[in-house]
């Protein structure tokens, strides 16, 4: 018997997710526990694995369209098996698009995948059949009343160049035209310019979530910078001599970055005032310190979180930050693991870039920006010397922290990465 591949619900906010890849294709054969397909919802993505073996018999969502919780996605059984079809008729005329509760459309599953092959919405169309469902008569009708059965952007560009779209030959299925034809046929009459040529792409929702709460953190958060640098001399010294230790124990190499975590949740366990979250109405002021890291992803930044980092010695943190960003870039993160961080480093040090300023994860009272290490002329005493030099910007709200504590907070960070070994004893 068929089984359905659901939208799995990842936190207890969850409603929907939206589909990013397919990994497989109807007919393929898959066994348990292999990717199917991948999710982004507006705090992670994640790659969704089969419960069972046997042949993908159905794909019910394409990439973008977002599925409700619980809801099927594709169903997976044995060759040749037949699906119920009003069960496969539920979940089509449910699916809402986008993000938001969405208006309830019905449409014949032939209607939706015609639909989605001409690159027409269904939203478009005026239904004929049995309680003005959509059938795939209806969307034959749009796609022929519809000059030149062209995608938007197609059109878009005819109109902008003034080009008949009859006279332009279709490229995509069923000889839809695309916007590549539109810029092939301007470039073969001498009127493209494929300097001026662009490419539109929508934003994924992890991107959309990004730009949401960065642009939320600046235009509500007031953000005070201190910068100083930290002499790295001690510190590579100590981390090369407990590295076997490190690799022998976890198996992973201790980076300098564990160490700065290790450094910056000690210095936010003796300031009590840096270790909180604010609603702009409200503080709360943490027992323990979670301490967030930023991980770079391909499709955008995630923020697991290390709790109780104040009570872990260098190496379960390095361990755990490890293991959290191997989950992040796989797409393994919960939800769970990303919320509830009091304060956040962010790390770009391996790209080669000095020094950065961070911009402030809400609701977190601030951030640690932590740049490469780089051999600069100091004094020592009365010597000039070449000593590896590490900048450290942080970012504070400065409706819960006064300059005075944050340089103290600074300083107290500097101090331990420069006596390293008081973080490991």
């Known amino acids: ?148 059965q062209a995608t938007h952007r197609a059109r878009k560009l005819a109109q902008d160049y003034q080009i008949e779209l009859p006279s332009v030959p279709g490229s995509g299925p069923r000889g839809r035209i695309q916007s590549e034809d539109i810029q092939r046929s301007l470039a073969e009459s001498g009127r493209g310019d494929k300097e001026e040529e662009t490419v539109v792409k929508d934003m994924s929702s992890m991107r959309k979530t990004i730009g949401r709460r960065l642009s939320e953190s600046k235009q509500t958060i007031p953000h005070v910078y201190f910068k100083d640098e930290a002499d790295m001399t001690s510190l590579m010294n100590v981390r090369s001599k407990f590295q076997e230790a490190a690799v022998g124990r976890n198996g992973n190499k201790l980076s300098v970055n564990d160490i700065v975590l290790k450094a910056a949740a000690v210095a936010l366990s003796e300031f009590e005032e840096l270790n909180a979250q604010t609603d702009g109405a409200t503080i709360t002021y943490f027992k323990h310190v979670n301490l967030g890291v930023a991980v770079s992803v391909p499709d955008g930044l995630v923020v697991p979180v290390i709790r109780r980092a104040d009570e872990k010695s260098v190496a379960d943190i390095s361990r755990e930050a490890y293991l959290l960003a191997k989950k992040a870039r796989s797409k393994k993160l919960m939800p769970e693991e990303i919320t509830g961080g009091t304060f956040t480093i962010s790390n770009l040090g391996s790209s080669g870039l000095e020094c950065f300023q961070a911009i402030i994860n809400p609701p977190e009272s601030g951030i640690l920006a932590v740049g490469s290490i780089r051999r600069k002329p100091v004094a020592v005493g009365d010597e000039i010397q070449i000593r590896p030099m590490m900048a450290l910007t942080g970012s504070f709200d400065h409706r819960l922290i006064d300059g005075a504590l944050a340089a103290r907070f600074m300083v107290r960070v500097k101090e331990l990465l420069e006596n390293p070994l008081t973080l490991f004893f």
């Open 1 to 148: 018997m068929a089984e359905a591949i659901n939208m799995p619900k990842l936190g207890l906010q969850m409603t929907s997710g939206t589909i990013t890849t397919w990994y497989v294709k109807e007919g393929d054969l898959v066994a348990k526990g292999d990717p199917v397909f991948a999710i982004e919802t507006d705090k992670l993505s994640s790659d969704v694995e089969a419960t069972s073996g046997g042949t993908i018999l159905r794909i019910l969502a394409q990439p973008g369209e977002t599925v409700e919780i619980t809801k099927p996605c594709c169903y997976v059984g044995e060759a040749g098996e037949t699906l119920d079809a009003e069960a496969v008729e539920e979940v089509s005329e449910e699916m809402p698009a986008g993000g938001e509760p969405a208006k309830r459309v019905f449409c014949t599953p032939y209607g939706r995948k015609l639909a989605r092959e001409y690159g027409i919405s269904v939203e478009e169309l005026k239904g004929t059949g049995p309680g003005g469902r959509i059938v795939a008569a209806d969307v034959e009708a749009w796609r022929v009343s519809n000059q030149g």
